[in-house]
């Protein structure tokens, strides 16, 4: 079993930066995949951002402005969030799949409040 537990949300300007960072409990090796979610009201769930051991992915709307990374001796993932937008105000979840996920699983953070006021 694993457990993450999410910190780092808030209320922050238009332009402000946040980090969030996830800690994940258990057995996490560096091939498995650790990511952000992120759903905003009346929308549905999207990835913001994942990495493994050799790859980062980001989507389009954070390209350039969201950076995530991880720290494999601490089975931490973090996501520093720069340039922040109104529209980037959502609850961002942190997300693990251990590989094969349907032998190992796919884990969820509680989720951490993103406000981003204009």
């Known amino acids: 079993q694993v457990q993450l537990v999410e910190s780092g949300g808030g209320l922050v300007q238009a332009g402000g930066s946040l980090r969030l960072s996830c800690a994940a409990s258990?057995?996490?090796?560096?091939?498995?995949?650790m990511g952000w979610y992120r759903q905003a009201p009346g929308k549905q769930r999207e990835l913001v951002a994942s990495i493994t051991s050799n790859s980062r992915n980001y989507a389009d709307s954070v390209k350039g402005r969201f950076t995530i990374s991880r720290d494999n001796a601490k089975n931490t993932v973090y996501l520093q969030m720069n340039s922040l937008k109104p529209e980037d105000t959502a609850v961002y979840y942190c997300?693990?799949?251990?590989?094969?996920?349907?032998?190992?699983?796919?884990?969820w953070g509680q989720g951490t409040q993103v406000t981003v006021s204009s």
């Open positions: 997300n693990v799949k251990r590989l094969p996920v349907g032998v190992r699983g796919e884990y």
């Open positions: 258990g057995s996490i090796f560096s091939m498995d995949v």
